[in-house]
């Protein structure tokens, strides 16, 4: 894929994607022009031969430069949350290949929608920071204090450097490495692509909680750091006639909402938190059959589900991991699975498993003719899936709908795939099941 293309990708499935390049265009040329408006106040008190200013400037320039990084994470956070729904309004979709092609483009939107913004909004942070400190010190200036230039642009790097660059870094690092293990496992094998899933995502983790500690530390030392510098160079002290000054007083309000708004965001995350730590159950052992759309059965299946591709048998016709396929092309895609067995599990026979879906009220013809195709590519040892109705308790999410999945082996087929079976004439699936699944019970019993 060019980098057009993925760009092209990128902006296809990350919802409002323009919308955001646009609002950082213009946040960008706000910053720059307001940072053009903070040098002009701070000339007078950079050459030694010109005129001081008459009245010293507001606060409004900082307050619109810190306004303009904020807006931009705004809008990211409408995009991540319009891709968030995306993805969950595809279990409401009754179509397994529009659920499958839904929750693929909502995950890569999702991704994209936080990985993006975070990237983007380093330079928005920089322009903000130098901006705020050059305006406040030409007002500090304009007051009459005699403060540092130079202490005002290290307190921006030391926000910047600390505070920001560490959140940058835990999670672009962690969403980078998250694209990267779903991009690597495709044309894998069901078992080996959930270990590799899983093994990434851990490290991901891992990752992001050894720099999420420093995102944690750097405000928090920035703050005391700029306390320090601050109470070390006070000009004046900070009592006035016996009372703290108005200027003074209005700072030590702002600083204890803010302080109080920094312990209820940290409190509203911990069950988010604890969301992220509690473990999901082990997934099904394919991807298709956690998206794909099953009606609720009462038949439980006597054998593990095995590893291995889902065949969707459906009226309409075949549907090979979730996606539409024409017999031909089940046939290729099916092959193309087999032959990546092989070159990853080189010295391994195939073991031919495949797990088949087939609806209640589907003719068993049609099961009989996928079973066909695939005993001729090599899957002669299929099991029909079942589903019954289920759900996982999290923390934050409450009951998650999953369904419980189980499977009915078919045996080792003969060379045309499926004679061995009792099919019957105008036979349904839903019939076929209950007559495999009643003869495999006294079996069982005897065991």
């Given amino acids: 894929m060019t980098s057009y293309e993925m760009f092209r990708e990128i902006a296809r499935t990350v919802p409002l994607f323009w919308a955001g390049a646009v609002i950082w265009l213009l946040v960008l040329a706000c910053e720059v022009r307001l940072l053009v408006v903070a040098r002009r106040r701070a000339r007078p008190w950079t050459a030694a031969d010109a005129p001081a200013a008459e009245v010293a400037p ?25 891709a968030r729904a995306r993805v969950l309004s595809a279990f409401s979709v009754p179509a397994t290949p529009a659920r499958v092609t839904i929750v693929s483009d909502g995950l890569g939107g999702l991704l994209n929608a936080m990985l993006l913004p975070v990237q983007a909004v380093l330079p928005l942070a920089l322009l903000a920071a ?15 204090l005699r403060v540092s230039r130079r202490r005002h ?55 992001l909680d050894r720099l999420a500690v420093f995102a944690v530390l750097g405000p928090v030392g920035t703050a005391l750091v700029i306390g320090a510098v601050w109470y070390r160079g006070a000009p004046a002290p900070l ?64 054998d593990p589900v095995p590893w291995a591709p889902v065949l969707f048998v459906a009226a309409s016709g075949l549907l090979v991991e979730g996606s539409p396929a024409s017999p031909s092309r089940a046939h290729d895609v099916l092959t193309v699975l087999r032959n990546n067995y092989a070159l990853l599990h080189p010295g391994e026979s195939f073991p031919g498993t495949l797990n088949v879906y087939c609806a209640s009220g589907v003719p068993a ?69 209950q007559r495999l699944l009643a003869g495999r019970r006294p079996a069982a019993a005897g065991r």
């Fill in 58 to 82: 507001g606060r409004l320039v900082e307050w619109l430069a810190i306004a303009g990084p904020v807006l931009y994470m705004g809008a990211a956070m409408v995009s991540t949350m319009v």
């Fill in 239 to 302: 009592v006035a006639g016996g009372h703290v000054a108005d200027g003074d007083r209005r700072a030590l309000r702002l600083a204890a909402v803010l302080f109080v708004a920094a312990v209820l965001l940290f409190a509203a995350a911990l069950p988010l938190r604890a969301e992220n730590r509690v473990p999901w159950p082990s997934p099904s052992r394919s991807a298709a059959l956690n998206v794909g759309v099953f009606e609720d059965s009462t038949l439980v299946g006597p």
């Fill in 130 to 144: 130098y901006t705020v400190a050059v305006h406040a010190w030409a007002r500090h200036r304009g007051l009459g």
């Fill in 365 to 433: 013809a049609a099961l009989q003719q996928a079973l066909e195709l695939a005993a001729d590519v090599g899957y002669r040892r299929p099991s029909l899936i079942f589903a019954r109705p289920g759900a996982v308790s999290r923390p934050l999410l409450g009951a998650v709908p999953r369904p419980q999945i189980s499977a009915l082996a078919l045996g080792t087929p003969t060379e045309r795939g499926s004679s061995a079976l009792p099919f019957g004439a105008g036979d349904s699936c839903g019939a076929l099941a």
């Fill in 153 to 207: 642009l290290l307190a921006a790097l030391a926000v910047v450097s600390f505070a920001v660059v560490p959140l940058h870094l835990a999670l672009g690092g962690y969403l980078a490495l998250l694209i990267k293990v779903a991009a690597g496992v495709a044309g894998v094998d069901p078992e080996l692509k959930a270990v590799m899933l899983a093994k990434g995502i851990e490290e991901a983790r891992a990752a």
